[in-house]
């Protein structure tokens, strides 16, 4: 009986850790590309298949970002001063990170249903806004010049 408590919480702490993971990875799916990809021509129609990136009902998205840096160097946006307001109602405030970023910008030319969608590539600098929680970034809302 004790040996079959112990199993059921070594199992329980085990699948949190994998959600933990799963979660850090999305992120970095979503929004991270370093080294930068070595993709010559049509960067952003390659990454946008790559990491299936589209809207929930399978639309094209208008806009996407890669950022071209360390993990570990996005992740020092949560320990910014700067604060500003959040997208979409969230109720706190974001974080913008003090460092520009080098990244891609993707922008929708033309194409609805993905993944029939064409992009056009633009290269920036910018600072980004992010939400975090305790384990850090959880979601990357936006970039600004
Ligand atoms: C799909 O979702 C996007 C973003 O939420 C929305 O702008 C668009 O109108 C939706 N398209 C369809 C066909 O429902």
């Given at each position: 009986m004790i040996l079959m408590v112990i199993i059921f919480l070594v199992l329980l702490f085990w699948e949190n850790e994998l959600d933990e993971e799963a979660m850090a990875a999305t992120l970095e799916q979503l929004h991270v590309d370093y080294p930068q990809s070595?993709?010559?021509?049509r960067y952003c129609n390659h990454m946008i298949i790559q990491r299936i990136?589209?809207?929930?009902?399978?639309t094209c998205k208008k806009e996407h970002f890669f950022i071209h840096e360390r993990p570990r160097n996005i992740n020092s946006v949560c320990n910014s001063p700067r604060r500003v307001t959040c997208q979409n109602h969230a109720p706190s405030l974001c974080f913008l990170s003090e460092i520009k970023f080098k990244m891609t910008v993707c922008k929708l030319i033309e194409g609805t249903r993905y993944p029939a969608c064409n992009y056009r590539v633009f290269a920036t600098e910018g600072s980004i806004v992010a939400t975090c929680d305790d384990m850090g970034p959880?979601?990357?809302q936006r970039y600004t010049d």
């Open positions: 070595d993709i010559p021509i990136i589209k809207e929930p009902n399978n959880a979601k990357i």
